[in-house]
Nanobody, 126 residues
Framework: QVELVESGGGLVQAGGSLRLSCAAS????????MSWFRQAPGKEREFVAA????????YYADSVKGRFTISRDNAKNTVYLQMNSLKPEDTAVYYC???????????????????WGQGTQVTVSS
């Protein structure tokens, strides 16, 4: 079982930056692929980024590639999402998610991540 708690959301102007953090409980953090998803009002939850268990591989949605960076610190049981050049269309609740233990696939499918945080709101004003 993995419990996830996101932080770092807030209100920022277009063109600004935010860094989201997701702290995980337990001693097996490094066994899990980690990801970020987001959900805007009235829209379906969408994939943002994923990172491998070691942190050596990453995978991004086209909409954030070149602007967002996912990273992790396995010693601190934490995954991060650095968001630069933010746009109003990035406004959403951002969720971190953990994959099944010891599965290495970097997936963009939400149903492949059984563990979810409660979400943190990111609002980008124009």
């Amino acid at each position: 079982q993995v419990e996830l708690v996101e932080s770092g959301g807030g209100l920022v102007q277009a063109g600004g930056s935010l860094r989201l953090s997701c702290a995980a409980s337990g001693r097996t953090f490094s066994n899990h692929v980690m990801s970020w998803f987001r959900q805007a009002p009235g829209k379906e939850r969408e994939f943002v980024a994923a990172i491998s268990r070691s942190g050596g591989s990453t995978y991004y949605a086209d909409s954030v590639k070149g602007r967002f960076t996912i990273s992790r610190d396995n010693a601190k049981n934490t995954v991060y999402l650095q968001m630069n050049s933010l746009k109003p269309e990035d406004t959403a609740v951002y969720y971190c998610a953990a994959g099944v233990s010891r599965v290495s696939r970097l997936s963009s499918r939400s149903d492949e991540y059984p563990y979810w945080g409660q979400g943190t709101q990111v609002t980008v004003s124009s």
